[in-house]
């Protein structure tokens, strides 16, 4: 392979499809790093190898193609993906013929310095360069040069491709592109570009296909779902979108992730409330208790709008869930401001938070803030926050105990193979002992017993 680099950077000339070698069949490895928008990234991916032959090997030392989908939103999944990129050194080696791809957010953010950092690397892919990989295999496969095909900015919605989807019976559904926001600690933006919507007609289309296709459960996805339609002339929101996915028939589930608390509407609630598939719970990232903290996040909301928020959705629909994330030890979070944020989950009571330490990413306006929180004090402030709304869940959760809930049956519990773990519409994880049942099935379980992540139930 030469260590020439060629740049693409605009579209590929198709007149010339990529072939397989005739007689011989090849294999293609992929690891994924990141979020479930990743995750649908690999699923388009591995469709377009299959659509032209390549079949998927679970070992990695027989494949011809290895792609890496990246992450890039902390460091330290950085520091563990170029591990990763480093022990492939060995196979290449073996078979110089191997096609080694980096794709994702860490390809678009880093470029060609990946090919610095490991020379057997052929190919580096953006995120807004994935619907080219067939092409951009061909280019490395001919030239044998090293190929990088990052661009700055979608013009447009890539073209759709083939998806191969890694579950039986729940998808994902990308819905928009993107992100607007800028937080102050996220480079999302930065890798994924603006805001583009799909056309809603390509999105009902989809999910339609979907339900002919056995799917049972929608996961509607986006930076930031609420934004949807924003940026298109088609004059439909969010809740159109919702409403127009409510009525189709073969679905019986449909979620969304993720949603930014500014932009949750009136209309949304709403639609929810009256909705007979949209489940009902709600993921609101606050990401602290403390005003001051959400303006040096760049949040764009206060506690108080929060609080607003919260109480809108509990009069309209009081059996939802509510769960949001939260980052402890931003620049600047005093002791005081820590406990406001304590305070805050006190009087909210959520369902469920995810928690995270702040972790300093270069390229953000946070990296370069004063005042950075030493380590050891947001362990214990994290500790600290954990314990209170492990205790709050429980207690939520306790309430469920006796009582029967909706489940739709997912698969084996990961723990023992014996038992069926599934989800109810409120997100709640529930384990019970096998019967007849069948994935896809929504069945109801009474809840024996509560725990904080999960509950053990019994078939009725």
């Known amino acids: 392979m030469s260590n020439n680099i060629k740049v693409i950077s605009g579209p590929i000339d198709k007149s ?29 991916l591995a469709g377009q190898l299959r659509s032209n032959g390549y079949q998927n090997t679970d070992n990695i030392e027989q494949a011809d193609v290895i792609l890496i989908n990246t992450c890039c939103v902390r460091e330290s999944a950085e520091q563990k993906i170029y591990g990763k990129i480093g022990e492939l050194k060995r196979l290449k080696t073996l078979n110089p013929n191997l096609v080694i791809g980096i794709a994702g957010c860490m390809a678009q953010k880093d470029r060609d310095k990946l090919f610095k ?27 044998r040069d090293k190929v990088l095909a990052v661009w700055d900015q979608a013009e447009r919605l890539a073209p759709e491709v083939p998806t191969i989807r890694k579950n039986q019976i729940s998808a994902w559904v990308p819905i928009m592109y993107g992100c607007n926001n800028f937080c102050t600690y996220c480079i999302v933006p930065y890798v994924r570009g603006r805001e583009r919507s799909r056309p809603l007609g390509d999105i009902v289309q989809e999910i339609e296909q979907l339900g002919k296709e056995g799917f049972k459960e929608i996961t509607l996805l986006g930076q930031n779902v609420n934004s949807y339609g924003k940026d298109s002339d088609e004059n439909v929101d969010f809740a159109d979108l919702l409403h ?8 019986s589930r449909i979620r969304y992730m993720t949603s930014h608390p500014r932009d949750m509407s009136d209309k949304v609630i709403q639609t929810i409330a009256q909705s007979s598939k949209i489940c009902k719970h709600f993921h609101l990232p606050i990401q602290s208790g403390s005003d001051e903290i959400l303006q040096r996040m760049n949040r764009g909301y206060t506690t108080e709008y929060y609080r607003e928020l919260v109480r809108k959705i509990r009069e309209s629909i009081p059996d939802a869930s509510i769960t949001t994330d939260l980052i402890i030890g931003f620049p600047g979070e005093t002791e005081e401001l820590f406990l406001e944020t304590l305070e805050f989950i006190k009087t909210l009571h959520f369902d469920a938070a995810y928690t995270f330490l702040y972790s300093v990413r270069s390229g953000t306006p946070a990296a370069q803030m004063p005042d950075q929180v030493p380590l050891p004090v947001k362990k214990a402030r994290l500790q600290q926050l954990m314990d209170i709304q492990n205790d709050i869940s429980l207690r939520i959760n306790r309430k469920l105990e006796g009582q029967l809930v909706e489940v739709m049956v997912e698969g084996p519990s990961k723990n023992d193979a014996s038992r069926w773990m599934g989800r109810t519409g409120t997100n709640k994880i529930v384990i019970w002992d096998k019967g007849t049942e069948c994935i896809g099935d929504l069945k109801m379980i009474k809840i024996m017993q509560a725990q904080t992540w999960l509950f053990r139930g019994q078939m009725v």
Do not use: W
């Open 117 to 143: 950092k490991a020379p057997h690397i052929d190919l580096v892919m953006g995120t807004h360069n994935t619907h080219q990989l067939l092409e951009l295999l061909q280019e490395v496969e001919q030239s």
């Open 244 to 251: 127009a996915v409510d009525n189709i028939s073969s679905i």
């Open 16 to 44: 010339s499809n990529h072939v397989l070698e005739s007689g011989r069949e090849k294999y293609f490895f992929t690891y994924t790093f990141g979020c479930q928008m990743n995750e649908n990234d690999s699923e388009r």
